[in-house]
């Protein structure tokens, strides 16, 4: 699976963007989706996540605690496409955006089998 991102951009302080990433390749299986940031110094941090649309799944979202109720995951399986709408966007959002693929429902913790390439997005204050 080959996944390209983006989206990033310069953005000010209560702005929106909205982060895409489509994927190619093996994409016919059950596929969770995500989104992780970093900031230089720091460690990938997990952002969303989007479980497969199938059965006990449902397509469930799940978030890191510092982005509920401003981002939101979303997916169009028929594009292969995972969108993240970021809104109410903060200068501590600012962070290289990478979206991830495992194969598979969600599950914490979960490995990743796929990365992108990363997107910057900057919030000016």
């Known amino acids: 699976v080959q996944l390209q991102a983006s989206g990033g951009g310069l953005v000010q302080t209560g702005g929106s963007l909205r982060l895409s990433c489509a994927a190619s390749g093996r994409t016919n299986s059950p596929t969770t989706m995500g989104w992780f940031r970093q900031t230089p110094g720091k460690e990938r941090e997990f952002v969303s996540a989007?479980?497969?649309?199938?059965?006990?799944?449902?397509?469930?979202?799940y978030y890191a605690d510092s982005v509920k109720g401003r981002f939101t995951i979303s997916r169009d399986n028929a594009k292969n496409t995972v969108y993240l709408q970021m809104n109410s966007l903060k200068p501590e959002d600012t962070a290289v955006y990478y979206c991830a693929a495992a194969y598979g429902t969600y599950s914490n913790p979960l490995r990743w089998d796929y990365w992108g390439q990363g997107t910057q997005v900057t919030v000016s204050s």
């Open positions: 989007i479980a497969p649309a199938i059965a006990w799944t449902g397509g469930s979202t």
